[in-house]
């Protein structure tokens, strides 16, 4: 099992938003996914329970968990045969990341191109890097059909030595009109960009973590 921490200590960044489109991405892909909600605000254990209700739709198992209890959810949901845990983690100074950050094989820190958030993704790094736990940056809110927002991105990034994935989010008004739904941009637009950069992501990063359909496949077919 793999296990991939989102964190930045800013709020409203899009932790939350990538942890479950990811989790659904794996999951239309036939891998095994759990999301640990460690955000008293549960988020995305409100969108799971929203996403229950929605039948024909893929379900990532969604729980909430805290830090005394993280390691043993962790290690239920590997003797549970789960391929994928996503740790979805609170904004501010908290003890949740920290216990995320270190349960991790790695960290994706989403941020946009506002000084705060190269703060708050600065911080991120150094608690990956004080922890051992690679960490990837991922820009998210840049602006459709323009490349100044990732460019900008990178630079800062590369004086911050974090390095940044080649797969960047952009502001789409979908990400918010999908959630009230439990729902997220692959099923509520298939066609758009919006789903085509979450489908480029998994890949870049099914390949990172080496969780690809082809190895799942063959998995279920050899056991
Ligand atoms: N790329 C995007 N385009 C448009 N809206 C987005 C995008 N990413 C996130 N959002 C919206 O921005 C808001 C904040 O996103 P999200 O809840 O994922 O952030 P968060 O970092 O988890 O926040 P918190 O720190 O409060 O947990 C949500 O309404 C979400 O739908
Ligand atoms: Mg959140």
Known sequence: MRTIAITINKGGVGKTTLTKHLATAATAAGQ?????????QQNATTWGKRRSQQ?????????????????????????????????????????????????????????????????????????????GTPAIGILNFATPNSRSHEEA????????????????????????LANPKGLTVQEVEPESHAADEIATLWEWLSAQVQLNTS???????TA
Not at 87 to 105: L, M
Not at 157 to 162: F, K, M, N, S, T
């Open 32 to 40: 095994n996914v759990i999301i640990l909600d460690m955000d008293t």
């Open 55 to 131: 039948q024909d739709e893929h379900l990532p198992v969604v729980r909430f968990v805290t830090e005394n209890d993280l390691p043993d959810e962790l290690e239920r949901a590997r003797q549970a045969g789960c391929d994928l845990a996503l740790i979805d983690t609170p904004p501010g100074r908290s003890s949740e990341a920290p216990a995320a950050v270190e349960a991790a094989d790695l960290v994706l820190i989403p941020f946009w191109l506002e000084s705060d958030a190269f703060d708050g993704l600065a911080k991120s790094a150094a608690l990956a890097r004080r922890l």
């Open 153 to 176: 991105a990178r630079s800062v990034l590369e004086a911050l030595d974090v390095p940044m994935s080649p797969v960047v989010l952009h502001r789409y008004e979908v990400y918010r």
């Open 215 to 221: 190895a799942i496949v063959h998995k279920r077919a």
